[in-house]
């Protein structure tokens, strides 16, 4: 059964750069598309994007390209590359595993904090 953690969180100040990763306990793509979620205090968890098996990622509208997802099969990782972080980005992030077939999110990580400062 494929398990997902998120790490790479941290604090960093606005303008700044960090890189998640999700790492799954064995290759996920067969079974799963991947997913970055955020939630921040008081507000609903909202939807990143995402990657498929082979690679094509799909993005929030709201994110103008400072975010970028990417995949390394050989590490059974997918990452999430956030620049020019801006305060509102301060949440704690999410991957998560779709059911190719049912397209229902099924697999939930524990989340890493991110902390944008002003």
């Known amino acids: 059964e494929v398990q997902l953690q998120a790490s790479g969180g941290g604090l960093v100040q606005a303008g700044g750069s960090l890189r998640l990763s999700c790492t799954a306990s064995?290759?996920?793509?067969?079974?799963?598309?991947i997913g970055w979620f955020r939630q921040a205090p008081g507000k609903e968890r909202e939807g990143l994007g995402g990657?498929?098996?082979?690679?094509?990622?799909w993005y929030a509208d709201f994110l103008k390209g400072r975010f970028t997802i990417s995949s390394d099969n050989a590490k059974n990782t997918v990452y999430l590359q956030m620049n020019d972080l801006k305060p509102e980005d301060t949440a704690v992030y999410y991957c998560?595993?779709?059911?190719?077939?049912?397209?229902?999110?099924?697999?939930w990580g524990r989340g890493t904090q991110v902390t944008v400062s002003s």
């Open positions: 990657i498929s098996g082979i690679g094509s990622p």
């Open positions: 998560a595993g779709e059911d190719v077939i049912s397209a229902r999110w099924v697999k």
């Open positions: 064995e290759f996920p793509f067969d079974d799963y598309d």
